[in-house]
């Protein structure tokens, strides 16, 4: 039975998360972490991670990332796994991520779903038949309470064609400024926020004369909620070092 502890325990997607362990027969939640201190469950709810009552055996984060520093001083002295589903990150937070999983095993990604997994591949595919002949964009649509754009998830999907190409190609993000033709070496990335979307990503691949879309659609935030949940038990008992969705996905 693997013990969770959950930052950001009174969110939303902190709730959802607690919902379906508790269905799970695999782990159970063994305290919250909220500076909101709501209590529910049949957990405790605390407002620091260095109040949690007992060492939990992964924690999972859907916080703020104002809560990192914290979040890794306790996982390194306690040697505890930590789950990282939070978006938002400055470039200097990921370096502080990266480091920390050298001491302790991290999973992280920008997105918990396997199907925006897939979607990742099957968009490095495209990128590798088309080449530089292809224009990309990518479109990403969230809820209007969103903070952070482009999405972690966009960025995700950029750097994973990125990669594919060679890394040679640039993220615009902003083009009203600019009166020019698109260059060749761009990824445009746009982010629509607005009612209640839970999360929405198209990359196209505009040619001449013809058009490929990749797409995926999350329906609800459930699906984000069960691949934080898996990737907590398949944390458990691992080395230190960096994991993310394909990882979790070979080894089943």
Not at 70 to 84: A, E, F, T
Request: charged share 25%; glycine share 8%.
């Amino acid at each position: 039975m693997v013990k969770i502890a959950i930052t950001g325990a009174c969110g939303h997607m902190g709730k959802v998360i607690a919902e379906l362990i508790s269905e799970r027969a695999d782990c159970t939640v063994c305290a919250g972490i909220d500076t909101a201190g709501e209590q529910y469950g049949e957990f405790p709810v605390i407002k620091s991670v260095f109040d949690l009552p007992e060492k939990p055996d992964v924690i999972i984060d859907f916080s703020h990332p104002s809560a990192l520093p914290d979040l890794l001083s306790y996982c390194n002295m306690n040697s505890v796994p930590l789950v990282i589903g939070t978006t938002g990150y400055s470039d200097e937070e990921k370096s502080k991520i990266t480091a920390a999983s050298a001491q302790i095993p991290i999973f992280f990604t920008f997105n918990m779903s396997l199907g925006i997994n897939l979607l990742a591949e099957l968009a490095k595919k495209a990128a590798q038949v088309l080449g530089g002949q292809f224009d990309i964009e990518i479109v990403e649509k969230h809820h209007n309470r969103k903070k952070d754009a482009p999405s972690g998830t966009a960025i995700m999907l950029a750097d994973a064609i990125n990669e594919e190409l060679g890394n040679k190609n640039r993220l615009v993000y902003d083009r009203h400024s600019v009166r020019k033709p698109r260059d060749k070496d761009e990824i445009g990335m746009h982010s629509v926020r607005g009612g209640t979307i839970v999360g929405e990503h198209e990359i196209i691949f505009a040619g001449h004369d013809e058009v490929i879309t990749l797409s995926h659609s999350a329906q609800s935030r459930e699906v984000f909620a069960a691949g934080a949940v898996n990737a907590a038990v398949f944390l458990s008992g691992k080395s230190a070092g960096m994991y993310d969705m394909s990882n979790l996905i070979k080894e089943d």
